[in-house]
Nanobody
């Protein structure tokens, strides 16, 4: 398993933006698919975005998010714009060696999550 630690969450007004970060080793970023998921209270964990190790294939659940890999900084980021109160959730960074996938059960490494709260 891979150790992942998310950062960048916080309180933002509706319509605002946030950038979440998740550092990982160069080996992981080059070979694993990295994903972002979110989980609101009382709801299931849902897919947000994923990027393959080569960085040439993305998958997004929402057009308001962009996921990038900065291999120089050894970090994946999730840029979120036009945030809405319903985006309030704990956001998780995850890694899988299984290739590009939006299925949470395919990811075997997870961070502890970072809280994003969007006020109306």
């Amino acid at each position: 398993q891979v150790e992942l630690v998310e950062s960048g969450g916080g309180l933002v007004q509706a319509g605002g933006s946030l950038r979440l970060s998740c550092p990982a080793s160069g080996r992981i970023l080059n070979t694993y698919t990295m994903g972002w998921f979110r989980q609101a209270p009382g709801k299931e964990r849902v897919f947000v975005a994923a990027i393959t190790g080569r960085g040439d294939d993305h998958d997004y659940a929402d057009s308001r998010v962009t996921m990038t890999t900065d291999k120089a900084k050894k970090t994946v980021t999730l840029q979120m714009t036009s945030l809405r109160p319903e985006d309030t959730a704990v956001y998780y960074c995850a890694a899988t060696g299984a290739g590009r996938t939006s299925q949470a059960q395919s990811y075997d490494s997870w961070g502890q999550g970072t809280q994003v709260t969007v006020s109306s």
